[in-house]
């Protein structure tokens, strides 16, 4: 009976003890155990709170000389990094004061940002009315922009450094 408890005992430690350490193509150490998990080695997560920050955004209703009505948006960001930024990526949530999400966007922003800096909006994503259209993006986000009532989140997915470094987060 002891020789038994202890062949098994040794059998299952053999069997959790030997595992396949395997590399993947993009350089991860994957250790993959006999009974079925894994474990990723020597990951390193980025953040894009060390490198850039939403620091706020150009959120503004616009009618033109030709009485065009437009809602102008683009993110403020700050360069928190010491290299200059080249081309961001970035995800935005509009939502109503009740917190539900109106309209979610992808957008990307090709501004240069210069270390320790912010961007200027100069070139922003514009929602037009279209009066004979309801529903719209340009209708969904009206009052969040004529009261400020509700309110955006933006956070980024990628950032491109002068040189050429792409990092992707999220």
Do not use: C
């Not at 020789?3 to 993947?24: D, G, K």
């Not at 616009?62 to 081309?87: C, E, G, L, W």
């Not at 009066?131 to 400020?148: A, R």
């Amino acid at each position: 009976m002891k020789r038994a408890v202890f062949t098994t005992l040794l059998t299952l430690f053999i069997s959790i003890a030997y595992a396949e350490t395997v590399t993947t193509t993009d350089g991860r150490t994957i250790v993959l155990n006999k009974d079925g998990t894994y474990q990723i080695q020597g990951v390193k997560t980025s953040s894009s709170d060390s490198m850039v920050e939403v620091s706020s955004h150009l959120f503004e209703h616009n009618v033109d000389k030709y009485s065009q009505k437009t809602i102008r948006f683009m993110p403020i960001f700050t360069n928190k990094s010491d290299k200059n930024i080249i081309a961001l990526k970035f995800t935005t949530k509009f939502l109503d004061p009740f917190g539900r999400v109106v309209l979610e966007m992808n957008g990307d922003s090709e501004e240069k940002i210069n270390s320790k800096k912010k961007s200027t909006a100069n070139l922003f994503y514009v929602f037009k009315d279209n009066q004979f259209i309801d529903g719209e993006n340009y209708d969904k986000l009206l009052s969040t922009v004529t009261n400020g009532t509700g309110s955006i989140k933006t956070s980024v997915t990628a950032i491109v450094f002068e040189g050429g470094e792409v990092i992707k987060l999220q």
